[in-house]
């Protein structure tokens, strides 16, 4: 099995700051998770993505940060 992340739902506040509910599968660690992540500056932040905070393995950090960097550059959050 691979690693899996979706979208579960976004919201921009008037500031311009995004936040966005993720949710997926780490296929290292076997195991699901939630998160809310905080995109400032074009930025993705969240504990989920900090390597000394996250429960995910480092390859399925990398695949998360990867996947919202993709959808927020394509407008998916506008």
């Keep these: 099995m ?3 992340v ?3 739902d976004f919201k921009k506040t ?3 700051i995004c936040f966005i509910e993720i949710a997926g ?3 290292i660690s076997d195991s699901s998770f939630s998160a809310v992540i905080k995109f400032l ?3 993705p ?3 989920i993505l900090h390597p000394s905070r996250s429960s995910l393995s480092s390859e399925c950090r990398e695949y998360v940060r990867l ?3 993709d959808q927020y550059n394509s407008g ?3």
């Design 2 to 4: 691979s690693h899996s």
């Design 6 to 8: 979706y979208t579960v």
């Design 14 to 16: 008037q500031i311009n």
């Design 25 to 27: 599968y780490d296929a």
């Design 41 to 43: 500056n074009n930025k």
């Design 45 to 47: 932040y969240g504990d």
């Design 67 to 69: 996947f919202l960097m």
């Design 76 to 78: 998916a959050y506008n």
